[in-house]
């Protein structure tokens, strides 16, 4: 593993034995279903109780990440997010607090534990989630090319993706355009 996987797994390892629903999303999650890219941070979907959350806070920081406590708690409050820096990898991983609306819940449920590489293994957002994430991130991006492109190539790696689901959620979403435009209709 490299040291940007092994600060994940620090990471998820945490979430795991503090018992925080997540999942990796992001250019991780991309890669996985679709074409891999090199990206320089990760980007995990977290679901804590404040009792967690400060628990997560103190064994980060002893295990030499940096977090700042006011942010993380100012983010759980706000349902925002919040980063934490591997200081050795100076690798960033971003927390989000999973949002309070129907879909955040259902992607987070439909999460899947797959092995990004031998010896890291990661609850991960599932194909037809990443791509609709990904067509959320490319509108609120002003349409960005390379959210458009990483939901290109989940959509042509994973054909038997569930399309209904997809059509169903982009519509409720605002992104059923763009799911349209990348052929998924």
């Not at 100076?90 to 590489?117: C, G, M, Y």
């Given at each position: ?156 790696m994973n054909p038997g993706v569930d399309r209904t ?21």
């Amino acid at each position: 593993m490299n040291p940007d996987q092994v600060a994940l797994l620090e990471v998820v390892r945490s979430l795991e034995v503090l018992r925080i629903p997540y999942m990796v999303t992001g250019s991780f999650a991309s890669s996985f279903h679709g074409r891999p890219r090199s990206t320089h941070d990760a980007d995990v979907v977290i679901d804590p109780s404040p009792e967690q959350l400060r628990a997560l806070v103190a064994r980060l920081t002893e295990a030499d990440f940096y977090v700042d406590a006011d942010r993380a708690q100012d983010a759980l409050a706000r349902r925002l997010q919040f980063n934490v820096i591997e200081a050795q990898a100076n690798f960033k991983i971003d927390l989000i607090i999973r949002k309070d609306r129907p879909f955040s819940r259902e992607e987070l449920a439909r999460r899947q534990v797959v092995e990004l590489t031998p010896g890291l293994s990661v609850a991960l957002s599932s194909p037809e989630d990443t791509i609709l994430s990904k067509l959320e991130w490319s509108k609120a991006g002003g349409r960005s090319e390379k959210q458009l492109g990483d939901a290109v190539d989940v959509l042509a790696m994973n054909p038997g993706v569930d399309r209904t689901y997809i059509e169903r959620w982009a519509n409720v979403l605002g992104v059923l355009d763009l799911w349209r435009e990348i052929g998924g209709a």
